[in-house]
């Protein structure tokens, strides 16, 4: 069991958002929150290539994994939504080429520029 440094109850508007009514701080959570904040610290810092793209791959593994689809005809609408979606906004508007360019979150696989 691991040794509780402090309990705090969450208030009740957040406990259904947090799935949970008191927060514990114990040795381990405090060391695997700071072994999580030296990549974030290393990012914000140099803002590498590499270290932007593995927080994206996360960022899309999180987000395929809290989606459940019920069946596959839902799996499907879903789809044709997000291609026709991807559509307007690729050609019918210049946000996608601002954010490509403009965006300095690791939101996007990018690769270094390598001029011969």
Known sequence: ML??????????????????????????????????????????????????????????????KTISLSTTKTGLVLLWALFFYDIFWVYGTDVMVTVAKNVDLPLKISFPYVAK
């Open 3 to 64: 040794k509780i440094i402090g309990s705090w109850k969450i208030p009740s508007f957040l406990q259904e958002l947090f799935e949970c009514k008191k927060f514990e701080l114990s040795k381990a959570r405090i060391l695997c929150l700071l072994l999580a904040a030296i990549p974030v610290g290393l990012y914000f810092a140099t803002k590498h290539w590499a270290l932007n793209n593995i927080f994206g791959v996360l960022f899309a593994i999180v987000a395929l």
